[in-house]
């Protein structure tokens, strides 16, 4: 179903679906997610409508959702991109991190000082891609923060995870996390794998 669905997106003009598998994210382990991304809201808005439109598609969802589908569909969200006034290190990877977390009220300044810090830290040990976005239309999730990160392998991953506990910088940014006053509280973290298609 995700290849007939991201040829039916192709279609649309949508060249960026994944899947991707959870495999080290706790009750979330070994459940699938399926994203696009647009370049920006007015580029989903028309897909939105295409999408709306188009039979293919339409009977793909309703097959989806019906009794005999080999899915169950748990959850849709929006979220957008936050600019952090930096430009990632483009790329994609097979492998991606992702960390979702409240932002503290009164310390959005913070928090966003953080992220830049948090993605020049952890690009700069192999990851690839890291930015930040806010989650809207995520039902409980809606309003939290969600920061991500790719790698080429999981060895690149591991890499990273000994920097965290070996760099004097890694080490200090994940020591801000318990201060008394964080600048966000991270409510859930996940470990993903690209499905080829």
């Not at 409240?102 to 810090?117: C, D, H, K, L, S």
């Not at 409980?140 to 923060?145: E, I, P, Q, V």
């Amino acid at each position: 179903m995700t290849r007939e669905l991201s040829k039916i997106n192709e279609r649309l003009g949508v060249t960026t679906g994944r899947l991707l598998t959870a495999t080290l994210a706790g009750e979330s382990t070994g459940l699938n997610v399926y994203s696009t991304e647009f370049e920006d809201m007015e580029a989903y808005v028309d897909y939105a409508e295409a999408a709306g439109q188009d039979a293919e598609i339409q009977t793909l969802l309703a097959r989806a959702q019906s009794a005999e589908s080999p899915v169950v569909i748990e959850q849709q969200s929006l979220a957008s991109e936050i600019p952090l006034g930096r430009t990632p290190r483009r790329g994609r990877g097979s492998v991606v991190e992702i960390h979702v977390s409240r932002p503290t009220p009164g310390y959005i300044e913070a928090a966003m000082a953080m992220a830049r810090r948090v993605c020049d830290f952890v690009e700069s040990n192999g990851a690839t891609n890291a930015r930040v976005f806010r989650l809207g239309y995520a039902g409980l999730g809606s309003g939290l923060l969600m920061s991500s990160w790719e790698f080429g392998s999981v060895r690149a991953w591991g890499r990273l995870s000994g920097a965290w506990e070996n760099d004097p910088e890694g080490l200090a940014i994940a020591s801000s996390v318990t201060e008394a006053d964080p600048a966000t509280t991270i409510v859930f973290s996940g470990l993903y794998n690209e499905i080829p298609a």
